[in-house]
């Protein structure tokens, strides 16, 4: 069906994934700090969290769009099953469907403010030009995707920035900003790793057909040994300090946070890095890419223990 195939186009499961990653920092951790300190009034309010998930969730698509565009030769090689634009969705109507999100995500996005209007067009530049150049490149692409990964938590905190400026600074209210900023950034710094990681291994995946099209990826142009300690070194990264946020966590008795990032966490994260080592085939590299994934989804859903525990 078509609509199946759109869906597939967007990535879907994808952009639920960015609406759910917004809606749990603003429900577990954002608002419960609110609650806190009743007296300090937050410019995002439930209006402004819809409008800012809205214009990410376009945005993100008009960017799968866009990408599926310019890599349709490549994916003829590498993803030949998976193909929606030129086989079931014209290529002028790919185009069509990518200015109609981007933009009606930039008009949610300038009602937010003007800041974050004009950082979410530096966002829907940065897909493009990732699409066009910055894939085939080395590294490049994969730290732009990593950076916009990351920006899905931070957006949430900038917004608030612009308010800072307008209003002055009320009692309390640069101290809520602090503990909010501790959590993005731990959050975001979360999701630039594992992406990064997560995007290497796509590259190792797609090697032969971004090979046949004159891309510099790493696995190209380092070769598979050199990318796999790459991936090894970051994996290694995230999990010291997620051994070190356990013992945070363990002198502050939330046990059953500590529980969960070790179960949901550190031990799929040593089982991916034993599968990086392991891995050889196209079919290795999609499973660590799954797992990957995982690790980011339940990396996410740890916020929920901090609607409970603060800190």
């Known amino acids: 069906m078509l609509a199946g195939a759109f869906l597939r186009l967007i ?7 960015i609406a759910i990653t917004q809606l749990l920092f603003w429900f577990c951790i954002i608002q419960p700090f609110q609650i806190q300190q009743p007296e300090t009034h937050l410019y995002i309010d439930i209006d402004i969290l819809y409008r800012i998930i809205g214009a990410s969730v376009l945005i993100a698509a008009g960017g799968y769009i866009i990408n ?7 994916d003829r090689i590498n993803k030949p099953d998976k ?3 030129g086989s079931r969705i014209r290529r002028r109507w790919a185009i069509v469907w990518h200015l109609l999100m981007s933009s009606i995500g930039l008009l949610l996005s300038f009602s937010v403010d003007g800041l974050i209007g004009m950082l979410n067009l530096i966002a829907i ?4 030009f990732y699409s066009t150049t910055f894939k085939k490149q080395l590294l490049i692409g994969n730290v732009i995707i990593s950076l916009l990964t990351a920006w899905v938590i931070l957006i949430l905190y900038v917004a608030e920035i612009p308010h800072l400026l307008r209003s002055g600074i009320p009692a309390g209210y640069s101290d809520l900003l602090r503990k ?3 959590y993005a950034v731990m959050y975001a710094g979360f999701a630039f790793i594992i992406s990064l990681v997560r995007e290497v291994v796509k590259d190792i995946e797609d090697r032969d057909g971004d090979a046949r099209y004159g891309c ?3 696995p190209i142009v380092w070769g598979i040994p050199a990318t796999r300690v790459f991936v090894l070194v970051w994996l290694t990264v995230i999990f010291c300090c997620l051994v070190v946020l356990q013992v945070y966590a363990l002198q502050l008795q939330w046990w059953w946070f500590t529980a969960y990032t070790f179960v949901a966490l550190i031990f799929p994260i040593a089982v991916v890095s034993l599968r990086v080592v392991k891995s050889e085939g196209t079919t290795d590299w999609t499973f660590v ?8 989804l339940a990396g996410i859903l740890s916020m929920l223990f901090f609607k ?4």
Do not use: H, Q
């Open 11 to 17: 990535r879907f499961p994808n952009l639920i994934f």
């Open 68 to 74: 599926d565009y310019f890599d349709l030769n490549i």
């Open 83 to 85: 193909l929606v634009i």
């Open 125 to 128: 530049l940065m897909l493009w």
């Open 180 to 182: 909010i900023f501790k």
């Open 216 to 218: 510099r990826t790493m």
């Open 289 to 296: 890419s799954r797992m990957v994934k995982g690790v980011m």
């Open 308 to 311: 409970w525990y603060k800190s």
